[in-house]
């Protein structure tokens, strides 16, 4: 309001306010920003160079881990490779056990020899076991076949299956099986089945005794429509299938395969069958390579990535004519193996690996990164079989982000911008003030000069007159001095208020207080007044309730108050010459009310009036004289009284001034 009066007043002033309000403040503020700006700028390309550091840093120790973990199962193929043949099952058993996992198969000319690890499903070649001659079951086929019936056939082969060599007694207990099938003893051929499997690793007819057992025990199973059972048979031989359980070629494994499915109504193969299925896969394209051209080369290595649908494997190898061995080497491993051991590094570096082939393919991870968040160690750059990735994992920074250090560096710029905005606020406003102070008191001092002028003016014209004896009648000299003394009244009076409101300002008011009758107080002020604004013209009607209690009051101070509002009220009425003075007791307090009908205040003054020096615009533009000071003293003066003084006007229709006075027993 104040600031607004002075623009309204000063276009100068406030432009001039207005530069220096930006000139010290926003200026700064926006320094600050920029510099905030630029550190956290320098701060990120910081970190974006030490994330790059730390990938490299990643990647070159990754390459090594995996050239590491290469080198280890080399080793192992090599001391498998050169084992003798009667130490090579010892070898490759202890490799196996040390390898987590990893797969190493030896291979003779005539197909597998022994694996280690987790065993393949199938196995491109199995060499034939020494198996009892055709000529030892002649007998008995020639009973089943061309006798009377199974019968003769079951005594002869019962005889062979409690032979000492289990290849004899494997090869009776399948027939045997099968004689009592068709002699539809089904619980004994189940039972020679039984039998049979426990003889598991030996062979009949190139199939190992372990995998006909189930299959001819199912098959009768199935016969008999004994669901249960045969299912949970199927499910042993499936899972038996899966693991690898028996050497077995890939022809053996998928008839076999295909029965369970049939039975089991269940053709899904998992992820982990899946990937076994890869390894076989990957031996056998090893193995024929081996038949085709190596087994001519003497003593080679080998290290070759293989896909076979969406897996990526690698096989080492080693090979001579005599011999390979294969370690085939797939995603899991790399998980296990390499991926956990770098588990450290990654958290403390903030990195990812990924694996991809020479072709780009992914072979593990997720390398589609943005090429600027990962550091490559190329495959022909490291000779690995793979490229390797490190990638920068998404913290939030370099993608757009912030680290905590340049959040914390921005909200600090940020508090300053704050604190430099707010200060030059509150600086700009206590300068405001002060300016519109001064330009108040400057407006006082030249109201006062006028209001002093005035009658000073007259007294000198008077006074000319009279001491030059140019005054004719005594009628006219009398009235001459009547004028000069009211003149000098208002001299007088207007000297007392400046004096009043000085000790006022300076908080030295002293007060006497006393029990008075508001009544008669308010009825001397009113006829007192009454006297002065007959002159003019004004009329002042006074209403009173009667009864009033006493106030505790410094009179002179409260007839000033009343003398003052009557005084505006009469001042700020140029048409309407009429007041009214209302005085009644409302609860424990007296009402004393000013209204008149006059040029009214506008809402947005009515406050502001209370504070010294403050005038109206109306009063101003209607050159009303005034020193701005009459209710700020009013104001001081009743809130001494532990009263209050209020306002209610419209403009144009007059005003309302109510001081209310706490009665003499609860005076503080
Ligand atoms: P002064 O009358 O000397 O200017 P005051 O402090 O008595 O100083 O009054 C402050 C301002 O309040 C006046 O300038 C005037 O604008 C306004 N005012 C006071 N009384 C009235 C009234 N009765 N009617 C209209 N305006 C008034």
New binding site residues.
């Given amino acids: 309001m104040l600031l607004s009066m002075l623009h309204g007043q000063n276009p100068l002033a406030s432009r001039r306010l207005f530069v220096l309000f930006v000139a010290t403040t926003l200026a700064p503020a926006i320094g600050l920003g920029w510099l905030g700006w630029r550190m956290v700028e320098q701060d990120r390309a910081l970190e974006k160079q030490r994330a790059q550091e730390r990938r490299d840093h990643a990647a070159d120790l990754g390459a090594a881990a995996l050239e590491r973990a290469l080198a280890e199962i080399e080793e192992r193929l090599t001391s498998v490779f050169s084992a003798p043949p009667a130490a090579l099952n010892d070898s490759a058993r202890k490799s196996g056990k040390l390898s987590g996992g990893v797969t190493i198969v030896v291979f003779g000319p005539q197909g597998v020899l022994d694996h280690t690890g987790a065993a393949l499903t199938y196995y491109p070649a199995v060499p034939p076991a020494a198996e009892p001659s055709p000529a030892l079951f002649a007998p008995a086929e020639a009973l089943e076949f061309q006798g009377p019936g199974p019968a003769g056939a079951i005594r002869a082969l019962n005889e062979l299956a409690h032979a000492k060599d289990p290849a004899i007694r494997a090869g009776a207990l399948v027939r045997l099986a099968r004689n009592y099938r068709k002699s539809g003893d089904f619980p004994r051929a189940l039972a020679a089945f039984r039998n049979l499997g426990a003889l598991a690793d030996t062979q009949v007819n190139g199939l190992p005794a372990g995998l006909l057992a189930p299959q001819g025990s199912a098959l009768i199973l199935e016969a008999l429509r004994q669901h249960e059972d045969l299912k949970s048979q199927a499910s042993l031989l499936d899972a038996d299938l899966r693991n690898g359980r028996w050497l077995l070629t890939r022809a053996s494994y998928e008839f076999a395969k295909e029965q369970t499915r049939r039975w089991l109504s269940n053709g899904v193969s998992d992820s982990e069958e899946r990937d076994r299925l890869a390894l076989a896969e990957a031996a056998e394209s090893v193995w024929k390579e081996w038949q085709a051209a190596a087994r001519a080369e003497p003593n080679t290595r080998g290290r070759r990535t293989l896909w076979t649908g969406d897996q990526s494997l690698l096989a080492l190898s080693r090979s001579s004519p005599g011999r390979l061995v294969v370690s085939l080497v797939g995603p899991q491993f790399l998980q296990r193996e390499w991926l956990a051991g770098l588990r450290s590094l990654r958290a403390a570096q903030h990195v990812d690996f990924a694996l991809t082939d020479a072709e780009g393919r992914p072979v593990l991870g997720h390398p589609e990164a943005p090429v600027s968040r990962q550091s490559v160690r190329t495959a022909s750059a490291t000779r690995l079989p793979w490229t390797v990735h490190a990638i920068s994992v998404e913290d939030g920074f370099g993608s757009g982000g912030m680290s905590g250090r340049s959040q914390m560096l921005l909200a600090g710029i940020a508090m300053m911008a704050v604190l430099v905005l707010g200060g030059g606020y509150l600086v700009n406003r206590a300068i405001s003030r002060e300016v519109t102070v001064a330009k108040l008191q400057a407006d006082f001092v030249a ?1 006062v000069s006028h209001e002093f002028r005035t009658p000073l003016t007259t007294m000198r014209q008077l006074s000319e007159l009279l001491v030059q004896d140019r005054v004719s009648t005594d009628d006219r000299r009398r009235q001459f001095y009547q004028v000069l003394l009211r003149e000098s009244d208002r001299l007088h009076r207007l000297v007392e208020g400046l004096l009043n409101f000085g000790r006022m300002d300076a908080g030295e008011m002293q007060y006497r207080f006393e029990p008075l009758d508001p009544a008669a107080l308010v009825r001397d002020v009113v006829a007192e007044f009454r006297q002065e604004a007959s002159k003019t013209g004004y009329q002042i009607e006074l209403q009173e309730s009667g009864g009033l209690p006493p106030i505790r009051a410094d009179r002179e101070s409260l007839a000033r108050v009343f003398w ?2 009557l ?3 009469v ?3 140029p048409e309407h010459h009429m007041v009214w003075v209302e005085l009644a007791g409302i609860g424990k307090r007296i009402m004393v009310r ?1 209204r ?1 009908r ?4 506008p809402p947005e ?1 009515q406050t502001e ?2 504070r ?1 020096f ?7 533009a209607a050159a ?11 104001r001081q003066i009743v809130e001494a009284h532990g009263g209050e003084i209020s ?1 209610e ?1 419209k403009p144009g229709e ?2 309302v ?1 109510t001081v209310l006075l706490p009665c003499a027993e609860q005076t503080v």
């Avoid at 009303?624 to 009013?634: E, P």
């Fill in positions: 109201a003052n509002l005084d505006n009220a001042k700020y009425s000013v008149d006059g040029l009214g205040i003054e009036i209370f010294k403050v005038r109206g615009a109306a009063s101003r009303i004289q005034g020193t701005g000071v009459g209710l700020a003293m009013a306002v006007s007059g005003s001034f």
